[in-house]
């Protein structure tokens, strides 16, 4: 087996010929990737679901939109909390990811966590590859990969972020930024 170099914090960002309709532009930070498999949030899907109807102790602490975003199609049952907390110590409660961005334990009191975290988002389900399934995809040219970004995590308008972290790439990257959204309209 070959050696899986890790993604972890890095971004997916789906090419316009990902095909499946649950990656449709995508922006899929990567939680955790080894040679075990691979785990990850879509950033870019809101529901329509308010943090406080699920979760009410951490509502005041979710940014803005305040809803719930469907962090893929497995597990949709279950949570997961995103939250970037600067600095180099994290609360009780929050385990570092990369970076500043880390996932909040949502069994936790959130006032063990409220003075730290500088940005959190609830996710329902999560997006997952088997070992080697999301090298596959790489290979098959399904996705981009690019650095995260604090900000990334908290982005003031979903429906935007493929095309801004597109274009905040300093490569031909950010001219995919323009692609449209049906390519057989022009």
């Given at each position: 087996?070959?050696?899986?170099?890790?993604?972890?914090?890095?971004l997916?960002?789906?090419?316009?010929?990902?095909?499946?309709?649950?990656?449709?532009?995508?922006?899929?930070?990567?939680?955790?990737?080894?040679?075990?498999?691979s785990?990850?949030?879509?950033?870019n899907?809101?529901?329509p679901?308010?943090?406080?109807?699920i979760?009410l102790?951490?509502?005041?602490?979710?940014?803005?939109?305040?809803?719930?975003?469907?962090?893929?199609?497995?597990?949709?049952?279950s949570?997961?909390?995103?939250?970037v907390?600067?600095g180099?110590?994290?609360?009780?409660?929050?385990?570092?990811?990369?970076?500043?961005?880390g996932?909040?334990?949502?069994?936790?009191p959130?006032?063990?966590?409220?003075?730290?975290?500088?940005?959190?988002r609830?996710?329902?389900?999560?997006?997952g590859w088997?070992?080697?399934?999301?090298?596959?995809?790489?290979g098959?040219?399904?996705?981009?990969?690019?650095?995260?970004?604090p900000?990334?995590i908290?982005?003031?308008?979903?429906?935007?972020?493929?095309r801004?972290?597109l274009?905040?790439?300093?490569?031909?990257?950010a001219?995919?930024a323009?692609?449209?959204?049906?390519?057989?309209?022009?």
């Amino acid at each position: 087996m070959t050696e899986v170099s890790s993604l972890t914090g890095r971004l997916l960002v789906a090419t316009p010929a990902l095909a499946d309709p649950n990656f449709d532009r995508a922006v899929v930070l990567l939680l955790d990737h080894d040679e075990q498999g691979s785990l990850g949030v879509v950033l870019n899907r809101p529901t329509p679901v308010v943090v406080g109807d699920i979760l009410l102790p951490w509502a005041a602490l979710a940014g803005d939109p305040g809803v719930v975003f469907q962090g893929g199609p497995v597990g949709l049952d279950s949570a997961l909390g995103v939250a970037v907390i600067p600095g180099d110590e994290g609360p009780l409660g929050w385990r570092r990811v990369h970076g500043a961005i880390g996932l909040v334990d949502l069994e936790a009191p959130p006032e063990l966590l409220a003075s730290a975290l500088g940005s959190l988002r609830i996710f329902a389900g999560y997006s997952g590859w088997g070992p080697g399934q999301l090298e596959e995809e790489l290979g098959e040219g399904a996705w981009y990969v690019v650095e995260s970004e604090p900000g990334d995590i908290s982005f003031p308008d979903p429906a935007r972020l493929w095309r801004a972290v597109l274009r905040r790439q300093r490569s031909e990257l950010a001219m995919v930024a323009t692609y449209p959204d049906d390519p057989s309209l022009n």
